[in-house]
C-alpha cells in the first residue's frame, strides 16, 4: 500500500463519480416514466462501449476496470430497459 | 508497435465507444430543444467525474485517457449548457 498515494486517489474517486452518476438517472426515468429525451443511440453505443471496456478488463486483469464498468453497464442496461418500456406504454 | 494486440484494439474500441456515444445525445438535445428528461444530477457527477479522470491523466502521462475523457467532458458540458438554457426558455 505505500504506494497508494493522492493520484490512485483522483483515479479512484474518477471512477466511482462516473459510475455512480448514472444511478440518478435511473431513479429519474423509473420516477418520471419518461426517457424521450435521452438518446437510444447513446445508450446503444455506450453500452456496446461498457462491453468492450469489461472484455478489456477480463483482458488485462484489471478488477477497478472490471468493476467499474459492470456496475455502469447494469445501470444503462436497465434505463435502456425503461426507455423502452415506457415507450411501448404511449 | 509489436505488442499493439487485439486486446489493445478492444481497449481502443470501447474508449471510442463511450467518448462518441455522448454526440448523438448532444444532436439530439439541440434538435428537440428539450433535456427535461436528463438527470441533472447525472451531468453533474458525470462531468466531475471527468474532470477527476483529465486530472488523473495528466497525473500518469497518459494520452488515451486524456484525448477520451476531454471529448467526452466536452460534450456532456455542452449538454448540461443546453440543458440549462432550454430550462431557462420555458
Known sequence: MKNFNYIDLIGFLAAF???I???PQL???WQS???DDVSLIML???ILGLICWII??????SIPIL???IITFI???LILILKITYKKEK
Do not use: H, M, P
Open 44 to 46: 446503444i453505443l455506450f
Open 27 to 29: 431513479y429519474k426515468t
Open 75 to 77: 445501470f444503462n442496461f
Open 67 to 69: 468493476l467499474a464498468n
Open 21 to 23: 452518476a448514472f444511478l
Open 56 to 61: 478489456y478488463g477480463i483482458e488485462i486483469n
Open 33 to 35: 416514466k419518461s426517457a
Open 17 to 19: 463519480l462516473t459510475t
